[in-house]
C-alpha cells in the first residue's frame, strides 16, 4: 500500500480502539515518526495531514528542520536525550518524551531559563524495567517528580513508555494500565507544574492496546512509512 493509503489505515485503527474503549479518536495524537524517513516523504506525509512528527536522534532532527520549516510541523523529541545535546534541540521541538534524570532536568531548566521560556517534557517510565531501555521505574516517579517541581522553567505534561517488543500485544496491556495507574497516583499528588495531560505509549506494533489502556498520544512509524533501517 501506499502512504496515504497506510496513513488512513492507521487512523482507521485508532478510531476502532478508541470506539472499543468508548473513547472520542479526536483526543489521541498521532505522532508520525519520522526516524530514517527522507524529507521528501515527509513532505508528502505533512499534505496527507500529518502534523506531529516525531525524531529519535537529535542529529536527524537538524538535518531535517531546515529543509522542512515551511511546513509548520509540531516536532518531538521521543528518543534519548543527552545532556550534552540539549544546546541543540532546546526551542526546537513542541514536545520532549524522554526525561529521565534530575541532571537532564537540571539542563534543560538551565536552558530554558536562559532564554526566559518554558520547555514541555515527560518523563520516560521503564514500567517493564528492561535493562536495555532508559528511563525511570516506576517507584522512583514521585520522588523525582517532587524534586523537578523546583525547577522554574521545566512543565511535566505526562508520562512516556516504551513496551517491550512481543508478538502479541495483549502480554503488554498490563505495562499500559499501569502507566495510566501511575498517572492518576500523580495527579492525587497535585504537584504545581505537573500534568497528566498526555500518555505518551503505544507504538505500530501494540498502540491499539495502548489506546484501550488510555494512551492519547501513539507514535507510530512503521505502520506509516513502512519498515526502515
Known amino acids: 500500500m501506499g502512504l496515504k493509503e497506510n496513513i488512513e489505515r492507521v487512523w482507521d485503527r485508532v478510531a ?13 495524537t498521532l505522532v508520525a515518526v519520522t526516524k530514517t524517513v527522507p524529507p521528501e516523504i515527509i513532505r508528502e506525509a ?20 531546515p529543509l522542512l520549516s515551511d511546513l509548520g510541523i509540531n516536532w518531538h523529541l521521543i528518543g534519548h536525550l543527552q545532556r550534552n545535546k540539549v544546546k541543540h534541540v532546546f ?3 513542541k514536545l520532549i518524551h524522554s526525561l529521565d534524570s534530575i541532571e537532564l532536568a537540571r539542563e534543560l531548566d538551565k536552558r530554558a531559563g536562559s532564554a526566559g521560556s518554558v ?8 514500567v517493564a ?5 532508559f528511563g525511570l521505574f516506576l517507584e522512583q516517579v514521585p520522588s523525582f517528580l517532587k524534586e523537578v517541581v523546583g525547577f522554574d522553567h521545566l512543565r511535566i505534561l505526562g508520562l512516556m513508555t516504551v513496551a ?26 497535585r504537584l ?22 488510555g494512551s492519547n498520544m501513539v507514535r507510530i512509524g512503521t505502520a506509516i512509512f513502512g519498515p526502515r533501517e
Open 46 to 65: 505533512v499534505a496527507l495531514g500529518l502534523k506531529d512528527l516525531g525524531e529519535n536522534r537529535v542529529q536527524e532532527l537538524l538535518k531535517k528542520q
Open 164 to 189: 517491550p517488543l512481543v508478538n502479541d500485544p495483549e502480554e503488554v496491556r498490563p505495562v499500559f494500565r499501569r502507566l495510566r495507574e501511575l498517572a492518576r497516583e500523580v495527579e492525587a499528588l
Open 129 to 133: 524495567q528492561e535493562s536495555t531501555k
Open 192 to 213: 504545581p507544574k505537573v500534568e497528566m495531560r498526555y500518555l505518551s505509549m503505544g507504538m505500530s506494533n501494540d498502540f491499539e492496546v495502548a489506546i484501550e489502556e
Open 91 to 93: 526551542n526546537r521541538v
Open 16 to 28: 476502532r480502539a478508541a470506539g472499543k474503549a468508548g473513547r472520542n479518536p479526536d483526543e489521541i
Open 119 to 126: 520547555v514541555d517534557v515527560l518523563v520516560e517510565v521503564n
